[in-house]
């Protein structure tokens, strides 16, 4: 691992992003909403920038060449888990945290009926045929679309910083560094509510450390889909599918408790409860690539 060049990746990595977020986001005549979304889609991008920079600044090239082909002969497999994994673990974590707070799930989809309001729209369709539709987008074109995005974040995470840790550090070690950089790459927008809002008790540490849980679980699972093919693009797939899935369960919370004092805890898969189907199987490949590293 080169210290200087890394330290280098996180200056630019983290510089370019914050400066966004919070020099260039205020300055937007937009709603704080809209901002964050178009932002954050920017700052996306800015992982492999940095790794650009690096070349650039450095002299070195910078070889995405093969990484960025599909490699899909033979490794089906990866890309189906990176498509559909999200969705199973997602429902699993939301099944999890309404079965401990039973008083939140809110079968008549009050708060979506609420937004359909808002926006006036066609009486001829119920709340769940709506929540129907989003689910099936959410599952089938979404993680597609949104992979498109997701592969800036990719190629410089797991195309870059997590090969890097691992030429010093235990794969345990890697994705618990990896984890925590990457949570704290969020910080600026969960500070401004993205994520978990801003009445949590502990605002904002318990948001960043959340964060972290759950990069850490995402990480270790895009990087075993990376380490199986070679290819960047089953990490952005699943990222993708993650960033898709993860709102649904929050459709079937009542309005007066989404973004409350259990925010923390789910029903989205951020949520320290909700994310323990995805923190199982992370820990379940992390003890894989751990054996394998021994061989």
């Not at 729209?121 to 997701?150: R, Y």
């Not at 450390?209 to 070679?230: D, H, N, P, Q």
Request: include cysteine.
């Amino acid at each position: 691992m080169k210290r200087k060049q890394f330290l280098l990746y996180l200056a630019l990595v983290f510089g370019l992003s914050w400066s966004l977020w919070i020099v260039v986001l205020p300055l937007l005549p937009l709603p704080l909403n809209t901002g964050l979304q178009l932002t954050s889609a920017a700052a996306m991008y800015f992982p492999a920038l940095s790794v650009l920079l690096i070349g650039l600044i450095l002299k070195r090239q910078t070889n995405w060449r093969d990484m960025l082909k599909l490699h899909a002969r033979g490794n089906g497999i990866y890309y189906i888990i990176a498509w559909f994994l999200p969705a199973l673990v997602t429902v699993l974590g939301g099944l999890i945290y309404f079965a401990l707070f039973p008083g939140e799930f809110d079968p008549k989809l009050t708060y979506m009926a609420s937004l359909m309001a808002m926006q006036d729209m066609d009486a001829g369709i119920t709340p769940l045929q709506l929540v129907l539709i989003q689910a099936a987008q959410a599952v089938t074109i979404a993680p597609v679309i949104n992979s498109l995005l997701a592969v800036g974040e990719e190629l410089g995470w797991r195309g870059y910083m997590v090969p890097e840790l691992r030429k010093k550090f235990t794969p345990l070690q890697t994705h618990l560094i990896a984890g925590l950089i990457w949570g704290l790459w969020h910080t600026p927008i969960n500070m401004l509510g993205h994520n978990y809002g801003l009445r949590y008790p502990g605002y904002p540490w318990g948001g960043i450390l959340a964060m972290s849980f759950f990069c850490f679980s995402i990480g270790v699972i895009a990087s075993r889909l990376f380490e199986k093919t070679g290819s960047i693009w089953p990490c952005a797939l699943l990222h993708g599918a993650v960033n898709a899935v993860s709102g649904l369960p929050i459709l079937f919370q009542k309005p007066a408790v989404i973004q409350g004092r259990h925010v923390l805890l789910g029903p989205s898969p951020n949520g320290f409860l909700a994310g323990l189907p995805m923190l199982l199987l992370a820990l379940y490949y992390l003890y894989l690539m751990t054996k394998e590293a021994k061989v």
